[in-house]
């Protein structure tokens, strides 16, 4: 049987060969995705040399990859498509604190450390102390919740991005909250940084005449018993790029103020030179029925 390719007869076909996939959701997924990326090359009338250029790329993407750089991510990032993602699934509950993306760079565990600990292992940066608590939607604290954290440092890189320059878990900590839920560590006030450009989202980048630049945030993961976790940032608030993330991630209600705080006895309390940036919040988690 002949096939007009232009037509709908390759595209019905493709959708008939879906039908005994055991998987109802993958069959749902599969048939959805050949309709629409048919429909885009009919649409664009895309010809052979544009898709084999599509396939070099996403074949570059896929090597770009190691154990420490996630270039899909990236490159989802970059489309949007990771905050719809989020956006779509990450409702919660009136209060509850706002999710937002991953990120490419939760590439390792965050190495388990005391409350009150410092993460900036290199120092240099402008001192600051992160502190808050973990409640439920309700108010109610959550003693023992997981708080994952992770930032570039105050030049802009993780430590998976600068081996041999920073230590191996620099700018990142897993903490767990005390006995009224709170939280607290030492660290220094995040850079602003692009994300990296070496590589074919970079190249996309260039080509679509846009800037690679993240404004400057701390990354956390709050988990607790009986609440849904939520993975989110927050930013500091006056800082540049917020309205122009690389990865569409910004949320206002999650722009935080790091406060310059002058306050002997404070200082002394946290363990850091006076005065210091002060970042106060709570992570609001949701009950999960």
């Known amino acids: 049987m002949t096939t007009d390719a232009t037509g709908p007869d390759v595209t019905e076909q493709a959708l008939a060969s879906l039908r005994t996939t055991a ?33 070099g790329f996403l074949t570059a ?74 409640r439920s939607e309700d108010g109610m604290p959550l003693p023992g919740a997981l708080v994952d954290v992770w930032q570039a440092d105050d030049k802009g890189f993780y430590d998976v991005q600068q081996p041999g320059v920073q230590p191996s878990g620099n700018g990142r900590g897993l903490f767990t909250a005390d006995a009224e839920g709170r939280f607290w560590f030492r660290t220094c006030v995040p850079a602003a940084y692009p994300i990296p450009t070496d590589g074919p989202v970079g190249g996309l980048l260039r080509a679509t005449g846009r800037h690679p630049y993240r404004p400057a945030h701390i990354h956390f993961i709050a988990t607790a018993e009986g609440h849904a976790p939520v993975t989110t940032h927050i930013f500091v608030a006056g800082g540049e790029y917020l309205d122009s993330d690389a990865v569409f991630a910004v949320k206002q209600s999650l722009v935080q103020d790091f406060a310059e705080t002058d306050d002997p006895a404070l200082a002394r309390e946290f363990g850091v030179p006076n005065p210091f940036r002060h970042a106060a919040f709570d992570l609001v988690l949701e009950r999960t029925a």
């Open 23 to 55: 998987d109802p959701r993958l069959r749902e997924l599969l048939t959805a995705l050949v309709r629409h990326v048919h429909d885009f090359a009919r649409e664009t009338r895309l010809t052979q040399e544009e898709w084999e250029q599509a396939i």
């Open 61 to 134: 993407t896929g090597q770009t990859c190691t154990d420490t750089r996630q270039e899909f991510i990236l490159l989802s990032d970059v489309l949007g498509l990771s905050m719809l993602v989020e956006t779509l699934h990450g409702h919660r509950a009136p209060g509850a604190t706002e999710s937002t993306v991953l990120g490419p760079f939760h590439m390792t565990e965050s190495p388990v450390r005391e409350l009150g600990a410092d993460i900036d292992l290199v120092g240099g940066g402008e001192p600051c102390v992160v502190s808050g608590r973990v």
